[in-house]
Each structure stands twice: as C-alpha cells, then as structure tokens.
C-alpha cells in the first residue's frame, strides 16, 4: 500500500553533471564581471538612479549575503553619467555676519586656486602694504601734511605765548596723574610756578608789588582762552589725522585695488567672489595699521617659547571644504559609518585658556552629504536609523535639498558653536541599503520615507536554476578565485558548488543569490585544498567545507540528539501506538538549522469541549498553531458531522516541548494522532510526519522540508536503522527535496523511506495499514476502513453522552 506514495532515489537530489562544465579547473575561463540573478532589482537601480527628478532616491532591500552593496557598487561604476565633476565647494569670512561664513562654488579644481590666489595676496598685502609707508613719494606728502599742520600750531600758539609773556605768564604741560594739561602758568625768576604755590607765596609777602586780584582776574582770562586755543589746535590734529588716514587709504586702496581686479576678472568678474573680494578689498582699506604690525606674541616665562596668537588674518583665508580637482566624474561616496558628523558635517571647536569655545570658518568641515553633491552617496539604512538624529536630517534634507552644516560638538543636541554657515543647495541622489522588514516599516509609520526613496529594488534570495544561470556560478567562482588568489575549481568541485546553491535556496528549481555564503564555502574550500596539497577544489573538498561549516555552530542540534539518545527526550522509532506519531520540528539558533523530532500525542474522551491544544491552553503556541488547531476542528467537522453532532472532547500535546510552538506545518500530524485516538487505531513510530492541512484534508507544503528529514534520518541511524523507518512529506514539497546524500543513500539500499502525499486519507493509510475508506451511496463508509471505525467510534461516543445526559435528568 505504501509503495505508490514512495519517492525514488533520484526524486530526493538534483545532481549537477560535472560533465557540463568543458574545462580542467575555472582558471580556463575568461573573467566576466558582472551582477547574477537580480534583473528586476538592477532595473529599479538603474530607473532611480537616472531619474534627476526629486525624490527619486533609491531603497535597496533583500536579505543579507545577496550582494546588495557589491551590486550597487557595480551599477554606479557602470552607470552612464556625466564626466563633468561638481563644483568645488569654499566658505569664506562673512564680513557683515561674522558668524554666519558665506559659500562660493566654483569650477572642478577652482576651489584650491582660489584659495592659493588668496594666500598669494596676503602675502603681497602683508609685504607691500609696510614698503608704501616707505616710499619717498608718500613721505614727501606726509612731510607736507605734517608742515601744514605744524604751522596752523604756531599760528594758534605763538601770538598767545608772546602775550603771555609779556604779562610774566607762559604755557607748562601740567602732570595730573597718569594725564598731561596744557595750562597758564606764572614766572618767578624766569621759571613757572604752579599758581597755588605762587599765590601762596604773593600773601605771605615773599613776592612783592603784586596786585593779587587783578592777577587772579588776568590769570583767569588767559585760562579761558587757552581753552579756546586748545580747541582749535585739537581740530587742527584732527584734520591732519584725517588727512593722513585718507593718504595711507589713497596708497593702499591704489595697490589693493589692482590686485583686487586681477583676481575679479580670473574669477568673472561679478558673482559670490566679485562681492567677497570687495569685501576684502573694504577690510583692508579700512584697517592699514594691522598690516604695519607684525605676528603678535605671548611669553608665558622666562627660559619658555613664546606662543603665537591666532593668526589675525584668517578672515582672508579660504576654506575649500569639497575639492574636486582630482575628480574625473560625478562622486560616488559609499559611507562605511553614517554618523550624524560624516553625513553633514560639522563645525570643529577648541578652547580658549579662559574655557571659552573659539572657532571661525576655516573649522568647517564637510560631510559626505557635500562631497557626493551631483553624484552618489550610499550607505547602510540600519547603520544610519541607529545613530542620533541622522533620519531627521537627513529627510529634511533631501525635501529641501540643501544641507546644514550643524553647528555641535561631540552630541549633535550640544551646541557649543554660535557659527551658523550659510546652507549648500545639493543634488545628489541617496541609495539606502536595508532589508525588507525595515523597508516596510518605514514605508507604514513615516510618510516622508514615501517622498523621497520613490524606487524600491528588491533582492531576492533564488533565482531560476537553468543554463545561464549555472553559467553564472562558474564565472562567480572564477572571478572569486582571481581576485582572492584562490585555488580554481575543476569540473567536480564545480557542480558541488552549484549543488550546495540549490540545497540553499531550498528548491531544486532554484538557485541561491546569497552569494556571501557561496564564496565562503569556496574559501573554505580552498583552504581545505591547500592543506592537502592539491592544485585545485575537487568535490571533496567543497563537500568537507560544507561538513565543516555545519559542525561548527551545530552544538544546540548535538544536545539535543544526545538527549533523544540517552532517552531524556523520548522518541519511539518502532512499533505502534494509538494516539501518538512523531512530528517533525525545526530549530533555528541564528546561525544554524536544524530539524528534530517531536513525539506529539492525542486523547480523546465523551464530550463537548472539543479540540482543547494543551499547548494553546498553556500559552505555549503561537497564533498560527492556533489557527492550525481550529482548521482540524473544521476538517473533523465536515468529514464526520453532517448527520451526527460532534461529541467528544479531545486534547493533543507536544510532549517535552518547554518553548513557544508555532506554525502549522505539524497540523497534519496533529489530525493523525487525534483520527487514530478516536478509531483507536495504531500508527506507526517509524515513520516521522510533516505537513499543514486544510479543511477539505488537503495536505498543504511546509518549510524546512530537508532539515526535518535529516533531522529524523540521525535520530533512527543513531538507534539504529531497522530498514522501514522513513518520512512521510506533502506532494507539494518534492520539488524543494535536496537531501544529503547520506540519506539519497539510504534510500537507494532501501533502509530509508521518503513518501509524499497529497490528502489526510493516503497519509492514514501509510500510518495504519489500513485503507480510508470512501463514502458508499447509502451514507457508510466500508468496514474495516478508518473512515468507519471513525464514524463508528463518534456515534458511540454521542449515543453515550445522551444516554449519560438521559440518565442525569432522571436522577434529577
């Protein structure tokens, strides 16, 4: 009965055939770059990323191990775009705004020409500007100013001092503190007297014939007028300060003003440069005398160096934050870590000795927001979400297309810079690589998200396994081997290759495109090659390298098989029971897969409860266990109740499982156990079960479909193979069979089975032995059949329950 379902060796393996591949070892091979199975996805790239529309940045989402970065890489190099590089991107001083630098974008490599010409005026500036103060010509007109000046002096001056005199009075510079005043003093001997001293003198009689009241009257008047000669003689000093300000202004805005337009007109005259050089042009003018001076110094002590302060001139000085003079085209900028500062930049800040924070415009730095302007910048999403206030800059960002160069020091919410540089208008486009789960959240919960990644490109994790695509896997492999000085694979070691991306991928029509694990296990196997002395990967080798990499993370999967030994966790591979039948489970530790068995089991007894999941009940199940325990109920129902009520009560377990139980590929196996514990049928141990159901009795595909027949395979080879144990699988998943070929061998010497069914009905039958049973014209089903002894047992049960129920009312 049981042979009709059984699947033959060759159904349980895809095998690539060496012989497809016509050479000795993939160095044979000409190298071709290029990206595997993601058409779909290099479409969507290439759409975004030619769209120069807003918005249209770029999410790449898939699974890791896919090649999303190597891919993008590879797109953006490939991509037709312009060999125009960006402009170069300069802060200057703002003279208006101190705090608040000013942006000038020049050509691809004017930048640092810029700041080079403006270096080379300081220079000329700082040099020349002391020589014009020498010049015989400026000394000559500063000579007459002064002369001019000097004889409106004497004409203020000298009558009143003749006068003076004549009265026996004459002009002293009187001290008064740190101050000097010009004053009236009298003459006592030819020599002036402070006035207090002479008039004290005047009345103890020591001067004689002096009428001191008249003096004092004399004294006064001349004091008063000496005020008003001090008026005009400092209005004098101030027109000959005047003139001389105008005639270093004159000499210098001659020199200066050259030097201004030659740079205006390399730079086009007019724009940002043309009003900053005027700017310039109005600081210096205004400001000779710093020129005059030299670098101002500090000694902190005797036997020290002295310290030089910041240079006075850096309001001259350039900063070119983005120099593309060696940029050949557009920038493409992959950032490793999207912090808050390497995305936008940042303003760098010291201290000065009394703690205050000091910067200027030459502190600027950029990010690589600024330096993948007019070109590309990607990045990892998950990195970028991760870190401080990135996803808030960076929306608002791309909405407005301009970047902010945050004015913060080590926390982006602790500004310790009042410098707000002016913003830089960009066009670039962004390419976020991330996996589908963060794809979606972003895409629910934020609207903006929406706005500006308009192009998805999903990477999937298979691909079709035909010819070209197999073609595909060698050019991988050599271009790996090249690049990694790698040993080359020869035709055996090739299809063993391709046979591990098939048993990835988990379908025998597919193949995997987690190209991260196909190239380590081509690693590994290389080593394995070397360490043997070989000169090249043979089958051997990629097989040990597969055996390896399970070995190494397989300790949760080893405990458990040494507690299912040692009976601990108890599995029965032989024999028969009623109401029990191994299920089939699969572990997942992160880093491995596995599969083991489950020993699941079902009672059943008079009633209405039901189907009662002690696992459900325990709130030890998930929602899709759940649902699984609800569709038996509906199975049991269709199949058993339409002309009689359902009365029992039933409950099924997953014995010793301590953890969550979840899905519904054990829903099948459930309905085994509780159909045999109602028709109080045995089924056999030796055969493991997996596969959800439907209410029709459809036995619907799973998951894990090769872990759990290997797992279930290690279990009987450890107690010991007896020739009949096997796993019974839905149809549906004999297409996605990649088994190991310890198994595949198993199978072939006929001491392991592998049976696939379609219906409830055919899984019973391999289960018992006995046939289903189908419906005869008049309602029953035949005798003997499971389907009767079911229908008999629910009658018996119902009758019993109303007699019981029957029984109860009478006592009443």
């Known amino acids: ?60 989402a898939g699974l890791s191990g896919t090649g999303k970065m190597t891919t993008v890489n590879f797109i953006l190099e490939k991509l037709k775009v312009s060999d125009q590089a960006p402009n170069d ?28 010409d403006m270096e080379d005026l300081l220079v000329a500036l700082r040099t020349n500007v002391p020589k014009l103060f020498e010049n015989e010509n400026y000394q000559e007109s500063r000579e007459e100013i002064l002369s001019k000046a000097r004889a409106a002096e004497e004409e203020i001056y000298k009558p009143f001092q003749e006068r003076l005199q004549k009265e026996g009075l004459t002009l002293v510079q009187m001290k008064m503190g740190t101050l000097t005043k010009s004053g009236v003093a009298p003459l006592v001997e030819g020599k002036p007297m402070p006035v207090d001293e002479y008039v004290a003198l005047v009345e103890a009689g020591q001067i004689k014939g002096v009428d001191l009241e008249a003096f004092k009257k004399k004294f006064l008047v001349y004091e008063k007028e000496l005020q008003e000669k001090l008026k005009a003689s400092a209005q004098v000093e101030k027109d000959v300060r005047e003139k001389l300000e105008k005639l270093d202004r004159d000499y210098v805005l001659f020199m200066v003003d050259g030097l201004i337009e030659n740079l205006k007109a390399k730079y086009d005259g007019g724009g940002r440069v043309g009003v900053y050089l005027e700017q310039v042009k109005e600081s210096v003018v205004g400001d000779i005398e710093r020129f005059k001076r030299g670098p101002i110094e500090y000694a902190p002590g005797p036997g020290l160096p002295p310290i030089r302060f910041e240079d006075p001139f850096l309001e001259y000085q350039v900063n070119v934050i983005v120099d593309n003079s060696e940029t050949k085209r557009v920038p493409i900028i992959i950032e490793n870590s999207p912090t808050f500062h390497n995305l936008f930049g940042t303003i760098e800040t010291s201290f000065s000795r009394t703690g205050e ?16 302007d007019g070109g590309y910048l990607v990045f990892n999403a998950l990195d970028a979400l991760s870190e401080p206030y990135v996803w808030k800059t960076l929306k608002r960002s791309l909405i407005c297309r301009i970047v902010e160069i945050p004015s913060t020091g080590l926390f982006p919410f602790f500004t310790v810079s009042g410098m707000k540089p002016e913003p830089v208008k960009t066009n670039l486009k962004v390419v976020m690589v991330g996996d589908y789960y963060l794809y979606r959240l972003l895409y629910g919960y934020d609207e903006d998200f929406r706005k500006i990644f308009k192009i998805k490109s999903d990477f999937v994790h298979d691909m079709k396994k035909n010819d070209k695509h197999i073609r595909d896997y060698v050019n991988f492999t050599n271009g790996l081997c090249n690049r990694e000085k790698l040993l080359h694979a020869d035709p055996e070691g090739m299809a063993a290759i391709v046979e591990f991306g098939v048993t990835r991928a ?53 405990l458990i098989s040494e507690f299912i030994e040692d009976g601990r966790i108890r599995i029965e591979t032989t024999g028969e029971r009623v109401g029990q039948v191994n299920g089939l489970a699969v572990y997942n530790t992160g880093d491995h897969v596995f599969g083991k068995p489950t020993r699941i089991t079902a009672e059943i007894s008079m009633g209405r409860a039901g189907i009662v999941s002690i696992d459900r009940e325990s709130k030890l199940s998930g929602s899709t266990h759940d649902k699984g325990v609800l569709i038996m109920s509906g199975y049991l129902r269709s199949k058993y109740a339409q002309d009689r009520p359902l009365a029992l009560s039933a409950s099924i377990c997953f014995e010793q499982s301590y953890g969550e139980v979840d899905g519904d590929s054990a829903s099948s196996t459930e309905l085994y156990a509780l159909i045999s514990s109602i028709a109080d049928v045995p089924l ?32 009987c080879k450890a107690k010991g193979l007896k020739g009949d144990e096997g796993v019974m699988v839905p149809e549906r998943n004999v297409d996605d069979l990649m ?29 018992t032995g006995l046939k289903s049973g189908k419906r005869a014209a008049t309602g029953k089903y035949p005798k003997g059949t499971i389907n009767r002894l079911v229908v008999d047992r629910l009658e018996s049960l119902a009758k019993g329950l109303k007699e019981f129920a029957g029984n109860g009312e009478k006592n009443k």
């Open 684 to 715: 056999k141990q030796n055969i493991a079960v997996t596969g959800s159901v439907d209410q029709k009795g459809n036995v619907q595909p799973i998951g894990g479909v090769n872990e759990k027949i290997d797992g279930f395979f290690k279990v």
């Open 739 to 767: 088994l190991s070929k310890e198994v595949v061998d198993a199978v072939k010497k006929g001491k392991f089975h592998i049976y696939a069914v379609s219906t409830i009905e055919q899984g019973l039958e391999i289960l």
């Open 89 to 116: 991107k300069c802060y200057v001083h703002n003279f208006k705004m101190t705090d608040m630098p000013c942006m000038i974008e020049l050509p691809a490599g004017k930048g640092k020409q810029f700041k080079k």
């Open 506 to 558: 988990g379908r025998q029509k597919k193949l995997s495109t987690r190209f991260s694990e196909i190239a380590d296990v081509i690693r590994e196997a290389s080593y394995l090659a070397t360490k043997d002395g070989a000169t090249h990967v043979t089958g051997k080798h990629v097989e040990q390298a597969m055996k390896d990499r399970v070995e190494r993370v397989s300790q949760v999967e080893f």
């Open 1 to 60: 009965m049981t042979n009709k379902y059984e699947l033959k060796p060759e159904q349980l393996r895809w095998r690539c055939d060496p012989g497809l591949f016509k050479f000795e070892t993939t160095a044979d091979l000409e190298v071709k770059e290029e990206i595997i199975g993601q058409e779909k996805a290099l479409k969507a790239m290439e759409t975004g990323l030619s769209i120069s529309s807003p918005g249209f940045n770029v999410f790449v």
């Open 357 to 372: 924070p000091e910067t200027n415009h030459m502190r600027i730095k950029a990010g690589s927001m600024l330096r993948a």
